[in-house]
């Protein structure tokens, strides 16, 4: 079972930066692979990484290389979304969310973004850039 709980989402201008959080409760924290994803009103959902807590890789969606990055604290078992060069078209509810694999099917996971490949999910926060 994992537990998944975001914070820092907020209003920003375009240009702006914002630093979300994603903090998890797990029986193994080391072996977490993690999307985050987010969902604008009407959209569908759109992955925007994957990140593996074990060694660090990430994955990241076109849309948001070179301006998104991802980073961990461990001892705090909490994964970061930095988020820079903001655009309106960011605006969206975004989400963190989970599965205990080892690396291997977290490349998989990496190589779709898939929101649909992780169960466990937060409840999500809102990013507002205007």
């Known amino acids: 079972h994992v537990q998944l709980v975001e914070s820092g989402g907020g209003l920003v201008q375009p240009g702006g930066s914002l630093r979300l959080s994603c903090a998890v409760s797990?029986?193994?924290?080391?072996?977490?692979?993690m999307i985050w994803f987010r969902q604008a009103p009407g959209k569908e959902r759109e992955g925007v990484a994957v990140?593996?807590?074990?060694?660090?890789?990430?994955y990241s969606a076109n849309s948001v290389k070179g301006r998104f990055t991802i980073s961990q604290d461990t001892p705090k078992n909490t994964v970061y979304l930095q988020m820079n060069s903001l655009k309106p078209e960011d605006t969206a509810m975004y989400y963190c969310a989970a599965e205990m694999t080892t690396p291997g099917p977290c490349r998989t996971r990496g190589a779709r973004i898939d929101p649909r490949d992780f169960y466990y999910r937060g409840q999500g926060t809102q990013v507002t850039v205007s």
């Open positions: 990140f593996y807590t074990g060694d660090g890789s990430t």
């Open positions: 797990a029986r193994s924290y080391s072996q977490i692979c």
